[in-house]
T-cell receptor, first 112, second 112 residues
């Protein structure tokens, strides 16, 4: 298996623009997690899905953030409009039955 | 609310030393605990997953122990090597949830 795949690996955008981050989980995994990592706050859980259904989005910072999982092999995290304080590394992780988590390489987002 | 602490924040040791990294958590009702390694600019690599019913798990030179009653886990690295240099994070899943709470990590440097 190729592991968790994320795209793009790097994204530079201007304030106010829409940003879409993509994730392909490991085949057969039924849980998908979106995290954000910053120097100040460390690794924070934003939202997680079980069988494509959002279970807990309490970590999503604002209404500007939204996430979808239209099928078992694809998820998106969208920020609209983006702000400089959204600059961070965004990770997607997947697991089977919420057991051992496997992380993707991350997307480094810079909002100017 | 579960809180996870890792001390020290940074550690520098000479090659060949055996070392212990610490992870403390406030709510002892955990489901499992996972140790990760993160290299600079990279994603997280799973090292060991230890279930609440287990006392320890081993993989090669790594050994993780769990003491739920005291709210502690330790990661033991034997015969450290420069290639072990990375940030080590622990993540705790509390019983009744599917969310993992991460510690802030210990940045390890092994000197040749």
């Amino acid at each position: 298996d190729a592991g968790v795949i994320q795209s793009p690996r790097h994204e530079v955008t201007e304030m106010g623009q829409e940003v879409t981050l993509r994730c392909k989980p490991i085949s057969g995994h039924d849980y998908l997690f979106w995290y954000r990592q910053t120097m100040m706050r460390g690794l924070e859980l934003l939202i997680y899905f079980n069988n494509n259904v959002p279970i807990d989005d309490s970590g999503m910072p604002e209404d500007r953030f939204s996430a979808k999982m239209p099928n078992a092999s694809f998820s998106t995290l969208k920020i609209q409009p983006s702000e400089p304080r959204d600059s961070a590394v965004y990770f997607c992780a997947s697991s089977f039955d919420a057991g051992e988590q496997f992380f993707g390489p991350g997307t480094r987002l810079t909002v100017l | 609310k579960q809180e996870v602490t890792q001390i020290p924040a940074a550690l520098s040791v000479p090659e060949g030393e055996n070392l212990v990294l610490n992870c403390s958590f406030t709510d002892s009702a955990i489901y499992n605990l996972q140790w990760f390694r993160q290299d600079p600019g990279k994603g997280l690599t799973s090292l060991l997953l230890i279930q609440s019913s287990q006392r320890e798990q081993t993989s090669g030179r790594l050994n993780a122990s769990l003491d739920k009653s005291s709210g502690r886990s330790t990661l033991y690295i034997a015969a450290s090597q420069p290639g072990d240099s990375a940030t080590y994070l622990c993540a705790v899943r509390t019983s009744g949830t599917y969310k993992y709470i991460f510690g802030t990590g210990t940045r390890l440097k092994v000197l040749a």
